[in-house]
């Protein structure tokens, strides 16, 4: 029996958007990887946004101890009607399906908080953009969020962590907070 589950989403192709050119190298690392590590991978390519959250949904019927989820896609941020009480605008960030449609990061993890995956380890990793489409110039670059770091019992950096404790979310980002910018010479996504 395998070590966990690993279900791998890689949306390379999409309609009315750019071809995200080096994802399915990045698939074939992800893939090596988690076999080695002795997971059973589950594959898809090119899925709508229904597919996707589709795909979350069937997790709960996973006999697995671990459950691993990777999405690379192109991303977006959408404007959500809230307005902080500083005034500024909350956003929720959005996965891009195949069909150019999009699916919440937060409506995706809300489907694995259910009484079949209860207690079982849950990791997310997510490579899609969180840029503003229609904001201004700052807003339409992704500059990264702060993710927590420890090493040798002390803290890199102060962070804020998910509350959910079998739950780790990871979004790409440098160690900067810079933008990581993907490479497309057939190389993936840089280390």
Request: charged share 25%.
């Amino acid at each position: 029996m395998a070590f966990g589950s690993a279900i791998i989403i890689v949306n390379n192709v999409f309609e009315g958007r750019n071809i995200r050119n080096g994802a399915d190298k990045d698939y074939n690392n992800m893939k090596q990887m988690f076999e080695e590590l002795g997971f059973e991978v589950k594959p898809h390519f090119n899925k709508t946004a229904l597919e996707i959250q589709t795909e979350f949904q069937k997790a709960s019927s996973i006999q697995s101890g671990i459950i691993v989820f990777v999405i690379s896609a192109h991303g977006e941020e959408s404007h959500l009607a809230n307005i902080n009480s500083d005034g500024t605008k909350v956003y929720d960030q959005m996965i891009v399906g195949y069909d150019g449609q999009t699916v919440s990061v937060n409506y995706l993890l809300s489907l694995l908080d259910n009484d079949a995956l209860k207690g079982k380890t849950k990791l997310c990793f997510i490579q899609a953009c969180r840029s503003i489409k229609n904001g201004d110039k700052a807003q339409q670059v992704d500059l990264g969020v702060t993710v927590g770091v420890w090493t040798c019992c002390k803290s890199v950096k102060q962070k804020s962590m998910t509350k959910k404790t079998t739950l780790c979310v990871t979004k790409q980002t440098t160690w900067d907070l810079k933008v990581k910018m993907r490479q497309t010479q057939e190389k993936g996504t840089p280390e």
